[in-house]
């Protein structure tokens, strides 16, 4: 269950070892149950510093948040899309922030100090 005008964080399930991990986040512009269209930014990783680099062409993207490929989290509804960048940050790990309402721990990898 998911309304348009909601925001989303989204993550691309890695289909095998060593593939591009992407993300997604943007705002619902259209659902039709767990089938959503979202508006806002793709990120991929840099396979030599492992971190999401913003492709900075605002997106449109149709997404089935039910399917088992996906793994989806409603964000803060003042995140500032366009402001939302990845880092590391000390004693935590792996960040997506817009450093204002929104962090959200990115866990796949791992704490690093």
Do not use: W
Not at 24 to 29: A, H, K
Not at 64 to 72: Q, S
Request: charged content about 25%.
């Amino acid at each position: 269950m998911i309304s348009i005008g909601e925001k989303v964080h989204v993550i691309y399930r890695a289909l095998y070892d060593g593939s591009l991990r992407r993300h997604f986040v943007g705002e619902v512009i259209a659902a039709e149950g767990a089938v959503v269209r979202l508006r806002g930014h793709a990120f991929v990783t840099d396979p030599q510093t492992r971190m999401f680099e913003r492709r900075e062409a605002t997106r449109e993207t149709v997404i089935d948040l039910g399917h088992p490929g996906y793994i989806a989290n409603v964000i803060d509804p003042d995140t500032v899309i366009s402001d939302v960048t990845y880092r590391y940050i000390r004693e935590i790990g792996l960040v997506c922030t817009d450093d204002g309402a929104f962090a959200l721990d990115i866990n796949e990898y791992g704490s690093r100090s």
